[in-house]
DNA sequence: TACCAGGAGAGCG
DNA sequence: CGCTCTCATGGT
């Protein structure tokens, strides 16, 4: 690296929607900041903004190597290769239009594994509220620029281990409370090494996770999608669910395993980037003040 | 106010 | 399996 240490980059970046990516529900550390986004990456505080061809970096403190932030945003994935590889049906086809440059993150395993754990039943803005208030409590201060308001550093897993569980109510999570303390208690005495899941098969990563309490498919699909690299996992949640039933199946879902048989053949080899844009269009068709969806073009 | 939220686990038939 | 109930809490 010849780079100089600075705190301010552009990455170069084609085909990339920075607001719809950091908005997404995939990560919960991003708030809009007039015409930008602030966030935690890591041990960073850090300002990202759209431009045109390439996103606008800054930091608080002067970096000199910047592939943390590329690897984190994904900016060298193959947009048009993951494109070209969805079905071509309307489905597809839709939800791509209503959100072109949608990508998929690559977070920290374990803040993502602990954010999903939060996650269940919640509204994204109360999942925000909760890793917020897990940072604002265990996490460690971290430089912020002149003026700004404190940041702090997702909590690692020593950390939360040391909680108790009545110390993680108090951070609104309620009956997931247990299985957060659980989960880090498991990766801090080494039973789960988060860091191995990346290099194995997708169903022998999926195990491991699912033996975590307070992990079931859906979360598991998560972490392996938004953070181990595994872009044919397909975490199907409430919005999935409605998506593929409404748009695939005429309003009604068929059985377990001919649903499973259904995800794991039409989307093909990026199917994690097609439930993104399928999650995504179905949550844009909700009506406001309501939780029941709105129409998404009907097709097929 | 009533409903429901990017679920998971246990108990049941 | 597949269904139902419970869990805790706040947004809308």
Same mark, same amino acid.
């Given at each position: 690296m010849n780079a100089a240490t600075c705190n301010e980059i552009c990455i170069p970046a084609r085909n990339y929607a920075l607001a719809a990516t950091l908005g997404s529900g995939q990560a919960f550390r991003w708030t809009p900041c007039d015409d930008a986004w602030e966030g935690v990456v890591g041990p960073r505080w850090v300002w990202l903004r759209q431009e045109p061809g390439r996103i606008r970096a800054r930091t608080a403190v002067p970096v000199t190597d910047w592939r943390w932030l590329t690897h984190y945003l994904q900016t060298d994935a193959p947009y048009g290769a993951i494109l070209r590889s969805f079905p071509r049906d309307a489905p597809m086809r839709a939800s791509v239009a209503a959100c072109r440059g949608l990508r998929l993150l690559r977070q920290d395993p374990w803040e993502c594994l602990a954010s999903f754990i939060a996650s269940s039943t919640k509204q994204i803005v109360q999942i925000r509220q909760i890793v917020a208030s897990l940072c604002a409590r265990y996490g460690a201060p971290i430089p912020t620029p002149p003026g700004h308001q404190p940041a702090f550093a997702f909590p690692p897993p020593q950390r939360l281990a040391q909680t108790t569980e009545a110390d993680l109510r108090r !951070?609104?999570? *309620? +009956?997931r409370a247990p299985y957060l303390l659980a989960a880090a208690r498991t990766v801090d005495n080494g039973a789960l090494d988060l860091a191995a899941l990346p290099a194995l098969p997708l169903a022998e990563a999926r195990a491991r996770l699912l033996r975590l309490p307070g992990v079931g498919d859906k979360i598991a699909d998560c972490v392996l999608l938004f #953070? !181990? *690299? +595994? #872009? *044919?996992a397909f975490p199907v949640d409430v919005w999935v669910r409605r998506a593929l039933a409404r748009l695939y199946f005429r309003g009604r879902l068929p059985a377990r395993a001919r649903l499973a048989r259904f995800i794991a053949t039409h989307f093909g080899p990026q199917a994690g980037y097609a439930q993104q844009y399928l999650f995504v269009y179905m949550r844009q068709h909700r009506r406001p003040g309501s939780s029941r969806a709105g129409r998404p073009v009907q097709t097929r």
């Amino acid at each position: 690296m010849n780079a100089a240490t600075c705190n301010e980059i552009c990455i170069p970046a084609r085909n990339y929607a920075l607001a719809a990516t950091l908005g997404s529900g995939q990560a919960f550390r991003w708030t809009p900041c007039d015409d930008a986004w602030e966030g935690v990456v890591g041990p960073r505080w850090v300002w990202l903004r759209q431009e045109p061809g390439r996103i606008r970096a800054r930091t608080a403190v002067p970096v000199t190597d910047w592939r943390w932030l590329t690897h984190y945003l994904q900016t060298d994935a193959p947009y048009g290769a993951i494109l070209r590889s969805f079905p071509r049906d309307a489905p597809m086809r839709a939800s791509v239009a209503a959100c072109r440059g949608l990508r998929l993150l690559r977070q920290d395993p374990w803040e993502c594994l602990a954010s999903f754990i939060a996650s269940s039943t919640k509204q994204i803005v109360q999942i925000r509220q909760i890793v917020a208030s897990l940072c604002a409590r265990y996490g460690a201060p971290i430089p912020t620029p002149p003026g700004h308001q404190p940041a702090f550093a997702f909590p690692p897993p020593q950390r939360l281990a040391q909680t108790t569980e009545a110390d993680l109510r108090r !951070c609104q999570l *309620g +009956f997931r409370a247990p299985y957060l303390l659980a989960a880090a208690r498991t990766v801090d005495n080494g039973a789960l090494d988060l860091a191995a899941l990346p290099a194995l098969p997708l169903a022998e990563a999926r195990a491991r996770l699912l033996r975590l309490p307070g992990v079931g498919d859906k979360i598991a699909d998560c972490v392996l999608l938004f #953070a !181990c *690299g +595994f #872009a *044919g996992a397909f975490p199907v949640d409430v919005w999935v669910r409605r998506a593929l039933a409404r748009l695939y199946f005429r309003g009604r879902l068929p059985a377990r395993a001919r649903l499973a048989r259904f995800i794991a053949t039409h989307f093909g080899p990026q199917a994690g980037y097609a439930q993104q844009y399928l999650f995504v269009y179905m949550r844009q068709h909700r009506r406001p003040g309501s939780s029941r969806a709105g129409r998404p073009v009907q097709t097929r």
